[in-house]
């Protein structure tokens, strides 16, 4: 905690609870990540189309 304090201190408040969020939303997106791959690999849902022409079908 004490080497903390400091680091708080130089890149301030916001910043550090913004790393704090994204360090505990890591492994939530991960696991996000790998049900939306289970789920295009059983064909459930379709892959994302990177063509604008295809997406206003």
Known sequence: M???L???SDI???AAI???L???IEGKLDTLNGSIQKLQ???IIPP???SREEKFR
Do not use: N
Request: charged share 10%.
């Open 2 to 4: 004490e080497m903390l």
């Open 6 to 8: 400091p680091f708080i």
């Open 12 to 14: 301030g408040f916001p």
């Open 18 to 20: 913004t790393f704090y």
């Open 22 to 24: 994204l360090y505990r």
């Open 41 to 43: 690999s059983l064909s």
């Open 48 to 50: 994302a189309t990177t």
